[in-house]
């Protein structure tokens, strides 16, 4: 009987937790749960694992078994946010404007993912859909966050050039979303006003059918409608820049 296989990076994360409640109640999907930290991830097959450290996350891709199985789905919603209050990245080694840290975070744990994992397909016939997740101000250009944006546009790049070559054998989708209401935007906004943030519930379920029927490549955008809010917004940077402060409840240097 032929299998498919959902692959969850992050997953004792927040959102990565909502998409492995949901696809180990499928008895036709086999959920894998990566992660970094020791203990097991209820509902899923666990696998400890350093997406940073590219050998590792090859070699535990290598030993994941492929037999009956003709689809898998990579979910990724892993990858690193920094507000930079002076405008400027924390730590930018090779002078490109990007954080290093946020690079990482967000482009190599993907790459040391997708692959191995096309290595590992090879020949077979395995179709590959891989989804990853950035912000709906991504093409803004927000200075108090453009590492992450800059890595966020990247990681779009490549996921659209890989559809575009891969002959059909992979869909890649990107999800554009608003503010999801995790626990690492708790703890760095806990004074915000999280009335319109997405649950990740929601964001799941909405997600879901880009991902049960995927296109070649698709940027989706998902969003709880705010009253009143216009892409206006975007363009005050110090607006913004006060708005955070108040959210984070941090006097901005």
Request: aromatic residues 8%.
């Amino acid at each position: 009987m032929e299998q498919k296989v959902v692959i969850i990076s992050g997953a004792s994360g927040t959102l990565g937790r909502a998409y492995v409640e949901h696809f180990s109640k499928d008895s036709g999907v086999r959920c894998i749960a990566l992660t970094r930290r020791d203990e097991p991830v209820a509902g899923a097959e666990t696998i400890r694992t350093d997406l940073l450290d590219a050998e590792g996350t090859a070699a535990t891709i290598e030993q994941l078994t492929l037999e009956n199985v003709n689809e898998i789905t990579l979910i990724h919603p892993v990858g690193m946010f920094k507000f930079e209050e002076q405008g400027t990245p924390e730590s930018d080694s090779d002078e490109d404007g990007i954080d290093d840290e946020i690079l990482a975070s967000n482009i190599s744990t993907l790459d040391n993912l997708v692959n191995p994992l096309l290595k590992k397909i090879g020949d077979r016939n395995i179709s590959l859909t891989v989804c990853a997740f950035g912000s709906l101000s991504d093409p803004h250009n927000i200075k108090y966050w453009q590492s992450y944006s800059k890595a966020k546009n990247i990681l779009r790049a490549h996921m659209r050039e890989l559809a575009a070559t891969s002959g059909e054998r992979v869909h890649c989708v990107f999800f554009s979303v608003s503010t999801v209401n995790t626990e690492k935007e708790r703890t760095l906004r806990p004074h915000a006003d999280s009335a319109y943030w997405l649950t990740t519930d929601e964001l799941v379920t909405r997600s879901l059918p880009y991902l049960e029927h995927p296109e070649s490549w698709k940027d989706v955008e998902i969003f709880r409608p705010m009253p009143g809010f216009t892409p206006e917004y975007y363009s005050d940077q110090n607006a913004i820049r006060e708005k955070w402060g108040r959210a984070m409840r941090r006097k901005l240097r």
